[in-house]
């Protein structure tokens, strides 16, 4: 009696296994939410907008919470106010997250290679969100780049986070006053023309150039901070050309069907560049809780900019060809702007 019973577990386990697995197989859509800058003291009602979507995975791409400090005592208690908001709470229950940070979560506003607080800032950063890509990085004295892997149909898709502070070199101050760029919306910074400044660092360039030679039928890499958008004085890839120029050449060389994302601005928009005979697009969805603030000039921007609290969606579908649509919404989650990605079959 008690063997067969056992064998009948097996048995039905098995079964439930299989039917799982065809499930998943044979399943033709998939849903990527992503957002950054949520300010753990606010009420956060937009994880109930998420929900509704619901997503497989949501991404996180900085300013997760805002510490602005070296103590750790401070960046505990950041993650513990948000662990403690109900809405996010609920959220994070049943929706599986992936991150990376910017400079508030970091610790120091616009911080980079030189803050003190970044290794403290890392602990408490991973200890959060503790998922196996992320923690089995927590040990090494590198930053927190890694990368997602999912699946559609038996197509591949790998989301790669990268780390646009560990590593970077400080950036060039602007020459025009406070009150000539609060007229123009511009941020405080000029590019430098330095070749031998870093947004990467030489690990990370060598890493991420050997994620972009393995194979992959759909690729989201995440930059906490805009990489097409030009010369807005705000934090971006444009602050540093040269990196900017590296960054978009590694993948137009080594990769096709692939997507930026990136946060940072308060406020969303949709960027498109004719790079050489390619076309790159960023889906940028910034102020999931925060301050919005008003559009900042972008010549690649598609339409306009949403200047109100905001997330966005990544789409995929699997019907014989791969189709992927991005997506922007408001935080009641009514459609702002869409786009429909490319992708080669």
């Avoid at 400090?69 to 505990?76: E, G, H, L």
């Avoid at 006053?177 to 511009?186: D, F, P």
């Amino acid at each position: 009696m008690c063997m067969c019973r056992r064998f009948y577990s097996l048995a039905f386990l098995l079964t439930l296994l299989l039917v799982s697995t065809i499930s998943s197989a044979t399943e033709n859509s998939l849903t990527i939410a992503l957002g950054s800058c949520a300010e753990q003291n606010k009420e956060q009602h937009i994880w109930n907008s998420i929900s509704k979507m619901d997503p497989d995975l949501f991404i996180f791409m900085g300013d997760n919470v805002y510490i602005d400090s070296a103590d750790p005592k401070d960046m505990n208690a950041a993650y513990s106010m948000l662990s403690s908001n109900p809405n996010f709470a609920k959220f994070k229950k049943s929706i599986p997250i992936v991150a990376t940070w910017d400079d508030h979560d970091y610790g120091l506003t616009d911080g980079g290679k030189g803050f003190v607080g970044k290794m403290d800032a890392k602990k408490a950063f991973v200890r959060f969100f503790d998922y196996p890509e992320l923690t089995q990085i927590s040990e090494h004295d590198r930053g927190i780049y890694h990368t997602k892997e999912l699946s559609i149909n038996g197509k591949k898709i790998q989301i790669i986070l990268l780390d646009t502070r560990w590593y970077r070199d400080d950036l060039q101050k602007g020459f025009l006053n406070k009150e000539q760029r609060e007229k123009l919306n511009l941020g405080s910074h000029q590019p430098s023309w330095d070749k031998n400044k870093t947004m990467l660092g030489e690990q990370q360039w060598d890493w991420l150039k050997s994620e972009l030679q393995k194979s992959f039928d759909f690729r989201i890499i995440v930059s906490s901070i805009q990489v097409i958008s030009e010369y807005t004085g705000w934090e971006s890839w444009a602050n540093l050309p040269f990196e900017r120029k590296k960054l978009l050449d590694m993948v137009y060389d080594f990769t096709d069907n692939t997507v930026f994302v990136s946060g940072d601005v308060h406020r969303a928009e949709i960027s498109k560049l004719k790079y050489k005979d390619k076309t790159f697009i960023e889906i940028t969805s910034s102020g999931l809780a925060s301050r919005v603030y008003p559009a900042a000039p972008n010549k690649h921007r598609v339409k306009d900019a949403v200047i109100a609290e905001n997330f966005a969606t990544l789409n995929f579908s699997d019907d014989k060809n791969l189709k992927v649509l991005g997506s922007i919404f408001d935080s009641k989650g009514k459609l702002k702007l869409s786009i429909n990605i490319p992708a080669k079959n």
